[in-house]
């Protein structure tokens, strides 16, 4: 008898949901806005000449048809251990915190007497994160983990320039497991991408670090653990070896979850890391828009930094500009100043122990996690070799799987959905095992969640052996079923806006 709990049924509701722009009746209206004399408040040259085109629909047409969409999809109902991410529950507490009048109704250009509090907050969060990185100072205007990881190559190139030497340091070090924004925010700021591959152990040899280093070095871009959850216990070397070449660290701390509290970037050598507030520091999720990336380096780096800055002034908090040499602005003030404030709600709630505790309960439910998960026919591990444990996450494969059934890693994501499971994270490119997938626990879902989730999975792969068309012809219990999926990588046939679907599709 299995010792997996019961799978729930679930099935989606369907509807067959016209666009908003479709419903649209002629004056019809959800709300009656007072009519203003614009002529006073906004210029002339400003000004629409033709009225906007919305829909015209009636207030409960609005909250029917958002909530049958909303119906359809699986929304937070599902357990979701995204991967490579981490995904945490965003407390209801801190939305209001980001929220209220001292955030929504400030204007970054106001007196900075007239928001002390708020700076406060921005102030408060950074001396946080200087104390879990040992670094000098933050900035929080990258927009994400991507946007951090340019700001670092901006702040690369300034630095070597600064010291004569940006013509000849043209080359950024990375390793193929690297999140792919390593290399390619690098390149995008003019760097060449010098990649080391992997050893069996799972990370790269510093023999091969040491080859690709000299003269020619700009930095090295690093994540570690990397996004399959191995930790490279070499890393102190790394950075000794990149600092002797003439060359910058950056960590890239996506991976913070597994290792908070227990290394500091600054320790260890490097001159300026990252963190995601939107994924360790339980925000909502939001890559490269609403999102913030928190840029921290030291002394060394700190006067090429982005700014406005905010610091402590007497007993109150002032607004500092940019240094003269400032790489300038990547995004506006102090970037996304609500998902800064949720950051300062999670920093405050959890306090250092607290931090350091849900370091530890997401490495043990994930070591948890794998040894349920390698139990199961079909699914291998990344690296089986590999010495130690694996920390907040590991990559494992359904290559066997694929081998043995014909079921590959997308068929098993649609048919988990089925039970109420929402899509795993497969990996990032390149692929270097075979249907490659990464769940995190996370320290936020309970043993019960997790043991769904393993359960579903050991279900689906018993299944594929048993009934595979059942797997590849999933999902059944969606509103919507399989898609061809081609759609999605054609420009031609997707649409963001009313205006591109009717160019794209004659309406
Ligand atoms: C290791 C690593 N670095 C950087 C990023 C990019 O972060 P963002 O999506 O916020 O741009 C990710 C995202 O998955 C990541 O896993």
């Not at 629909?57 to 251990?81: A, C, N």
């Not at 996506?254 to 500091?264: Q, W």
């Not at 059934?405 to 795993?424: H, Y």
Request: aromatic content about 10%.
């Amino acid at each position: 008898m299995s010792n997996h709990p019961p799978l729930r049924r679930y099935h989606a509701p369907v509807w067959d949901e016209p666009l908003a722009m479709e419903m649209s009746v002629a004056g019809r209206r959800g709300q009656h806005y007072p009519i203003v004399d614009a002529d006073d408040l906004v210029p002339a040259a400003m000004r629409r000449q033709a009225p906007p085109e919305l829909p015209e629909i009636s207030e409960p047409d609005v909250l029917r048809h958002y909530l049958r969409l909303s119906q359809q999809t699986m929304g937070m109902m599902g357990i979701s251990l995204f991967g490579t991410c981490t995904m945490k529950y965003n407390p209801r507490l801190h939305e209001k915190l980001a929220a209220g009048p001292h955030v929504a109704e400030m204007h970054p250009e106001q007196h900075p007497d007239t928001m002390q509090g708020l700076l406060e907050c921005v102030w408060r969060l950074e001396d946080a994160l200087k104390a879990l990185s040992g670094m000098a100072r933050f900035s929080f205007q990258p927009a994400g983990g991507a946007d951090a990881a340019y700001t670092q190559a901006c702040i690369t190139r300034a630095y070597h320039a600064a010291h004569g030497d940006a013509d000849r340091r043209t080359q950024i070090v990375t390793s193929i497991q690297s999140h792919p924004c390593n290399p390619a925010t690098a390149a995008a700021a003019g760097f060449d991408i010098v990649t080391l591959p992997l050893e069996s152990n799972g990370y790269p040899s510093i023999q091969a670090l040491r080859a690709a280093l000299s003269d020619r070095t700009a930095a090295l871009f690093i994540n570690n653990p990397d996004d399959m959850g191995v930790y490279n216990p070499e890393i102190r070397d790394w950075v000794d070896a990149v600092h002797a070449a003439g060359g910058l660290c950056f960590y890239d701390h996506a991976n913070f979850n597994g290792v908070m509290g227990k290394i500091r970037a600054a320790d260890l050598g490097f001159d300026a890391c990252m963190f995601m507030l939107h994924k360790t520091f339980g925000v909502p999720k939001g890559g490269g828009g609403p999102a913030v990336g928190a840029y921290g380096c030291t002394e060394k780096l700190a006067p090429f930094l982005p700014g406005p800055l905010v610091a402590k002034d007497g007993n109150g908090f002032a607004v500092e500009p940019g240094a003269a040499s400032s790489i300038g602005r990547v995004r506006e003030y102090w970037g996304n100043i609500h998902q800064v404030m949720k950051a300062y709600g999670w920093v405050a709630a959890m306090g250092a122990e607290g931090i350091a505790e849900a370091s530890d309960i997401s490495v043990a439910l994930n070591n948890y996690m794998e040894k349920k998960l390698l139990a199961i026919r079909g699914v291998t591990r990344s690296h089986p070799d590999q010495p130690g444990w694996r920390l907040e996450m590991t990559r494992y494969s359904l290559g066997q799987l694929y081998e043995e059934t014909g079921v590959g890693g997308g068929d098993v994501q649609n048919r988990m959905a089925d039970f109420g499971i929402d899509a795993f994270w497969m990996a990032h490119e390149p692929w270097i095992f075979p249907h490659p997938f990464t769940p995190e626990a996370g320290e936020m879902w309970s043993r019960e969640d997790i043991d769904y989730w393993i359960a579903v999975l050991a279900h689906v792969c018993d299944e594929a052996y048993r009934d595979p068309d059942m797997v590849k012809s999933a999902p059944h219990n969606q509103a919507v079923g399989k898609l061809a999926g081609d759609d999605l990588d054609d420009p031609a046939v997707w649409a963001t806006t009313w205006a591109a679907w009717q160019r794209k599709h004659g309406g």
